[in-house]
């Protein structure tokens, strides 16, 4: 088994802290034979980038990004979205219909 040296671990060159800490911890995680998980907030879930499950989130996310931005697209010209605080609760979006347009059940606008 490969052992961390004080030498080595004193010479990481740390810009950002955390990004420090980090890097550490990959590397007594690979040492150590166990898997390194970091906390993504954009993904709200905890990820090894590193690895195929890792990745897989990561493409969901942008997956799922690319859903939303093309619904807000085809939404636009329909309705206006109301200015909300930088957060969401859960995936949901808040919209407000304009007052000249409004939908009917077939998708068509009703003036």
Do not use: C
């Amino acid at each position: 088994m490969k052992r961390h040296d004080r030498s080595h671990r004193d010479n990481l060159k740390i810009v950002d802290g955390d990004r420090g800490f980090e890097r550490f911890g990959r590397e007594l995680a690979d040492v150590h034979s166990t898997s390194w998980q970091e906390y993504w907030p954009f993904l709200d879930a905890f990820a090894d980038l590193r690895s195929e499950k890792g990745l897989e989130k990561l493409e969901n996310f942008f997956q799922k990004q690319r859903t939303v931005i093309s619904m807000q697209t085809f939404l636009k010209s329909r309705t206006d979205f109301v200015e909300a605080l930088p957060y969401q609760v859960g995936q949901q979006f808040i919209l407000k219909q304009r007052a000249s347009s409004k939908l009917d059940d077939s998708g068509g606008e009703n003036n």
